[in-house]
C-alpha cells in the first residue's frame, strides 16, 4: 500500500496514465491501428548480445524476427537426431507451451533432474516409443533413438544458461500431469496411449500461485546455472488456445489463461530485479485485427510480429527505434500494407523452398 499523496505523484509524473484525452492516451495510440505499450523495462541490451527464447509458439516468432534483425539467437541452434518430424518449423517441436514444461527442460539441462526413461510412451508395435514431452509431431522411433534425442535437447536447452538475454514466452495453464512420474506434460498425451491409459493421466488448470511458482524456480535455475549478468524478459503469447478440456467456451477459457499468466509475470517483474516484462500480449489484443492477426484469428501474423519485435529492439537498444511515417494516417497505412505484402511474398518463398526440398529438387 502506498499513500494517497505518493499515488498521486505516480499518476501525474505517468505521460501514459489516461485512455481518453491526450495525443498518448490509450484511444489516440489504439486510433493508429498499431499499439505497442510500454511494459515494465529496467535494462538494456545490445547487438553484441546472445538471445535465447523458450516457451509457446510464439517464441518461434520471436526467434526468427531477432535473427532477421541481426541479432545472435541461440536457440536456433539446433542439432537433433531427425525422426521423422513435421512441424512447419524446424524449432516448433520444441514448444512449451504451460510454465511447468518450461521448468523441467531447464531443469534436465542443467543436470539438476535426470529425464526418467519411465516418462517415454510405448506405442503400439515392439519398439516404437514417443516422448510426450515434445509436439506430438515430434516423430517416434525406438527407445535407443528417443532417449538419444534426449540427450541433445539437454544440450539444445543449455544454451540458455550462456545467454545474454532470455526471452521466455508463456502459452497457456491447462495442463495434463503423468501421475505415475509425477510430471507435467507438453500437451495432450498421444489419444491411443491415452486410450489404453486412462488412470495415469490428470487434467488440471494452472493457478496465478501455480504459474509464480514456477516462474520463481524457472529464474532460479537460469540464475542457478546461467551467466551472473544475464537479462530475462517475460512476454505472453497472443496466440490463442486452440481448444480447452474445460466446460467453458474457449473464449472464455483463452482469456482466463492469458490474464492468470499476465498477473504471474507482473508479479515476477514487481518482485525481481533483471526481469522484465514485455507487453507483446497486450499489442496484438489492441491493434487492428485485419493487421494483427492471420485469418485463422489464432496465429499473430507474421507483419504483427515484426512490429512487435522491431519496438523491442528498438526499446532495449539492439538497434534504432523504429520510427514513425511523418506523413500522417494514409501513408502510415500504405506503409503498414506494403509491409505486409512483403511478408506474405517471404512467406510465399519459404514455402517454395520447403517444397523443394522435401520433393528433392
Known amino acids: 500500500m502506498i499513500s494517497a499523496k505518493n499515488a498521486l505523484r505516480t499518476g501525474r509524473d505517468n505521460p501514459l496514465d489516461r ?58 541452434r539446433l542439432d537433433l537426431p531427425d525422426l521423422g518430424d513435421s512441424a512447419a518449423r524446424a524449432t516448433g517441436i520444441l514448444n512449451k507451451y504451460n510454465p511447468h514444461a518450461i521448468l523441467q527442460e531447464l531443469r534436465w539441462a542443467s543436470g539438476a533432474e535426470r529425464f526418467p526413461e519411465e516418462a517415454l510412451f510405448q506405442l503400439e508395435g515392439d519398439d516404437v516409443w514417443h516422448d510426450p514431452h515434445l509436439r506430438q509431431n515430434s516423430g517416434n522411433g525406438t527407445k535407443e533413438q528417443v532417449l538419444a534425442r534426449r540427450k541433445a535437447l539437454n544440450a539444445y536447452f543449455a544454451q540458455a544458461f550462456d545467454a545474454d538475454v532470455v526471452i521466455i514466452t508463456l502459452g497457456l495453464i491447462e495442463a495434463w500431469v503423468d501421475l505415475q512420474t509425477e510430471l507435467t506434460l507438453n500437451v495432450l498425451p498421444d489419444p491411443k496411449f491415452l486410450a489404453r491409459n486412462k488412470g495415469r493421466f490428470a487434467f488440471r488448470c494452472l493457478s496465478v500461485k501455480d504459474c509464480v511458482t514456477a516462474l520463481k524456480n524457472i529464474i532460479a535455475v537460469l540464475r542457478a546455472h546461467g551467466r551472473k549478468d544475464q537479462r530475462i524478459v517475460l512476454t505472453v503469447s497472443p496466440v490463442a488456445l486452440g481448444r480447452t478440456f474445460t466446460d467453458e467456451d474457449v473464449i472464455i477459457a483463452n482469456m482466463t489463461s492469458k490474464a492468470t499468466l499476465r498477473v504471474a509475470a507482473h508479479r515476477l517483474t514487481q518482485d525481481l530485479d533483471g526481469v522484465d516484462y514485455f507487453p507483446s500480449y497486450e499489442a496484438v489484443l489492441h491493434s487492428d485485427p485485419a493487421l494483427a492477426w492471420q485469418e485463422d484469428r489464432l496465429h499473430v501474423s507474421d507483419f504483427m510480429v515484426g512490429r512487435i519485435i ?28 506494403a509491409a505486409l505484402r512483403r511478408d506474405v511474398d517471404r512467406y510465399k518463398n519459404r514455402i517454395i523452398a520447403l517444397e523443394r526440398q522435401i520433393n528433392g529438387n
Not at 527505434?321 to 503498414?336: F, H, I, L, R
Open 310 to 337: 522491431g519496438e523491442f529492439l528498438g526499446r532495449y537498444g539492439v538497434l534504432s527505434p523504429v520510427v514513425a511515417d511523418a506523413g500522417g494516417e494514409e501513408d502510415e497505412t500504405a506503409a503498414m500494407l
Open 19 to 76: 485512455w481518453n484525452g491526450t495525443d498518448a492516451s490509450a484511444a489516440a495510440r489504439i486510433a493508429k491501428r498499431i499499439v505497442i505499450p510500454q511494459g515494465r523495462q529496467s535494462f538494456t541490451a545490445s547487438a553484441a548480445d546472445t538471445f535465447f527464447a523458450i516457451g509457446s509458439c510464439f517464441a518461434r516468432n520471436v526467434e526468427e524476427r531477432l535473427q532477421d534483425a541481426g541479432a545472435t539467437v541461440s536457440s536456433l
